[in-house]
């Protein structure tokens, strides 16, 4: 079992149900694991070992009756520390909610636990998750396990950090502006954020007194982050699915998720390339990087790839008026008036600021314009590829590079490639395309049409064949 963190999700589940390992025994070996570097990784902000050893003997005791099991029957994961777990401490990085715990689950944790997974505990993210990176006022920095100098990206911080250290093999991430993009690029891994309502939402970080303050409802997915495309899959296919708590659900059973993990001839797939949206400043590394990806797709896949941009400009924005519109204003400026001085400062200037009616209606028509490039530009391919994020991983305790290929930019540009994504509503992953001279991994973003998920787990699993990385692990992992 000291060897259990080279194995998948599948292949784990696999072992546990035919009985070549316990759950117990896999359990113990991942609190091992946690305990052995998560000193250094900070990954686990509420680390839960009891709650995780109780559920693997469940497990066990439901395999030794005969009982039916989960898919993920003994899979240790993680959950970010902005979805809800009954019981367990929920901080979301906030000096207000340092002691809140909820009274109910997340419905995503409900579809974890009935599939059997195992949860070692919540995982660290930013402040409310506002900001792309790991570092928050009452936790320890979560750092990068490619180099422990640099952040794991956000907001789903932790888990990113914790799946790419071996801690587990998968982990509960949510996306509202790029939040499981983000830390699947810094740290190697795969990361979906699948079309709009396929996942349900409820209820997000609440409080008696705060209701509803991290509650993006039009943005925001929960989605998985794994090492490899097909555990990705493997996860939506528990996750997804309608939910009466969640009135942007959708009906499920029109992606076969496993079907789409497994590898199949992308010849003559119709590809757009967009380097840079025909705006954005990118690293010249992660040009390099994700240029190569893309010539993969061409040239050892069979597609037709032309570069070509949606034409929309920047929404950057639109995107923060729709935060503000899906923010309970009125309770975050009480948490301000109570904690302000404990508080991230971005986040304080953004609560305060004197939105206005137009400001939040000129969002809402700066999102229609993305939408409508889209889904124009997306009728003419069927999958459109682009860098996941403009820079590689870079220091802690910023929230931003300020500099990019010699263009000076706003702390939050390197995240042009993604939001736009959350704006649209389309299924989005970032997969690994490679690494910089030094050694850090980059992402690419592979983007499908509307409710197209199947397309993109098709590309990314073809992807993955051709280009391994499964195998491609930190140093302090070994």
């Known amino acids: 079992m000291s060897e259990f963190w ?6 784990l589940a696999a072992a546990v149900r035919t009985r070549k390992v316990s759950a117990v025994e896999l359990a113990k070996a991942a609190l091992q694991r946690v305990e052995r570097l998560d000193g250094t990784l900070h990954a686990f902000c509420t680390p839960t070992p009891d709650i995780a050893l109780r559920e693997a003997a469940a497990v066990d005791a439901a395999i030794a009756a005969g009982d039916p099991v989960g898919t993920l029957a003994g899979v240790p994961y993680g959950i ?3 979805i809800c777990t009954k019981d367990v401490r929920t901080m979301s990085g906030a000096p207000a909610y340092a002691n809140f715990v909820p009274d109910e689950d997340d419905v995503v944790v409900e579809r974890m636990r ?12 930013p402040e409310y998750g506002y900001s792309g990176v790991g570092h928050n006022p009452v936790c320890e920095t979560t750092t990068n396990p490619w180099d422990i100098a640099r952040t794991s990206g956000g907001s789903s911080a932790g888990s990113g950090a914790a799946v790419a250290a071996g801690l587990c093999p998968m982990a509960l991430g949510s996306d509202g502006g790029g939040s499981v993009r983000i830390p699947a690029s810094f740290c190697g891994l795969v990361g979906v ?9 409820y209820p997000g970080t609440k409080d008696e007194r705060y209701p509803g303050v991290s509650s993006w409802e039009s943005l925001e997915h929960i989605g998985p982050m794994a090492r490899t495309v097909r555990d990705a899959a493997l996860m939506l296919s528990i996750l997804t699915g309608p939910d009466d708590r969640d009135r942007m659900s959708i009906p499920a059973g029109d992606v076969d998720w496993i079907a789409a993990a497994q590898p199949r001839d992308l010849k003559g797939l119709r590809v757009a390339y967009s380097p840079d949206w ?3 400043a990118v690293d010249p590394e992660v040009r390099r990087v994700v240029g190569e990806a893309v010539r993969v797709f061409e040239q050892d896949l069979g597609c037709i790839v032309e570069e070509a941009h949606p034409g929309f400009e920047d929404p950057y924005a639109a995107f923060w008026g729709i935060v503000a519109a899906e923010t309970d204003l009125k309770g975050m400026r009480a948490i301000v008036a109570e904690h302000g001085g404990k508080m ?4 304080v200037d953004f609560i305060t600021r004197n939105w206005t009616a137009e400001d939040l209606t000129n969002a809402l028509i700066g999102r229609k314009a993305v939408v409508n490039k889209m889904w124009r530009f997306m009728r003419q391919y069927d999958i459109l590829l682009t860098p ?22 706003q702390p939050f540009q390197w995240l042009a490639f993604t939001f736009p994504m959350n704006l649209t509503g389309q299924p989005a992953a970032s997969v690994p395309a490679g690494f910089t001279a030094s050694g850090l991994p980059v992402g690419l973003q592979i983007v499908g049409r509307h409710l197209a998920d199947a397309s993109v787990i098709q590309a990314a699993a073809a992807f993955e064949a051709a280009k391994p990385w499964a195998n491609a692990w930190p140093a302090i992992a070994q």
């Open 388 to 409: 996941t994020l403009a820079v590689p991983p870079f220091a802690l305790h910023i929230q931003g590079v300020e500099k990019i290929d010699g263009r000076m930019v």
């Open 278 to 280: 025909g705006y954005a």
């Open 114 to 125: 009935a599939a059997g997974a195992v949860s070692l505990g919540k995982t660290n993210v």
């Open 193 to 201: 954020k699948a079309s709009m309502g396929r996942v349900p939402l």
């Open 6 to 11: 080279k194995s998948d999700a599948v292949t």
């Open 80 to 82: 970010k520390d902005l």
């Open 344 to 347: 991230t400062p971005h986040i």
